[in-house]
């Protein structure tokens, strides 16, 4: 995705979208006008009068943007290939107040991937948050939840927010230390 930074953006129709850092629902009508200050991972981050939203990819349009394409398998693929497009895909969700997704920010912790006899198949997410009343926290794990469903043959997505061990800036890629700045 092209940045977006700090560009001018028109809702063009009613949608759905989410305060940051609360969490909350709401719906930004059409005709509101704002900046894009974030857009990574297909979601937006909007600035529209005085406050923070985050936009899903699949609601791009809404904006004038294109709408995120779900993920393809090979055919015949593998419970490896299905755990490293689930892996690929986590690494497309963002906390919309911190640029590195969540992967890189080390709040990943394990990814299972059983098939049933019917070919389809079950994922399990073990996750964390960079603090335990984070109000982004249900939103993060509802776009890991949908970004993981949209795998083709992803029947059941289980997602588990725990907090042992807690989360630590040790924790972070190398990567994501040098992009914040924390690399000791």
């Known amino acids: 995705m092209r940045a977006y930074e700090n560009e001018p953006v028109a809702i063009l129709r009613d949608v759905q979208a ?37 936009l899903s990819g699949e609601q791009a349009d809404a904006i004038g943007k294109d709408v995120v394409k779900p993920p393809q398998l090979p055919p015949n693929a593998t419970e490896e290939d299905v755990r ?5 895909q986590m690494r497309g969700c963002y906390d919309p107040e911190i640029p590195i997704n969540i992967v890189d920010l080390g709040l990943v912790y394990e990814c299972s991937v059983q098939q049933s006899e019917d ?55 190398e990567a994501a230390r040098l992009q914040t700045g924390m690399n000791w």
Not at 20 to 48: D, E, N, R
Not at 125 to 131: E, Q, Y
């Open 84 to 88: 490293e497009l689930a892996w690929q």
């Open 18 to 54: 989410v305060m940051v850092p609360s969490g909350q629902p709401i719906t930004l009508k059409m005709g509101l006008a704002g900046y894009i200050t974030q857009a990574l991972g297909g979601s937006f981050t909007l600035y529209v009068d005085g406050n923070l939203y985050r």
């Open 119 to 173: 070919g389809s198949r079950d994922v399990a997410i073990t996750m964390t948050l960079t603090a335990p009343g984070c109000g982004m926290g249900e939103v993060l794990v509802q776009d890991v939840q949908e970004k993981i469903a949209a795998i083709p043959t992803v029947r059941n997505v289980n997602v588990a927010l725990t907090f042992d061990p807690p989360w630590n800036q040790s924790m972070m890629s």
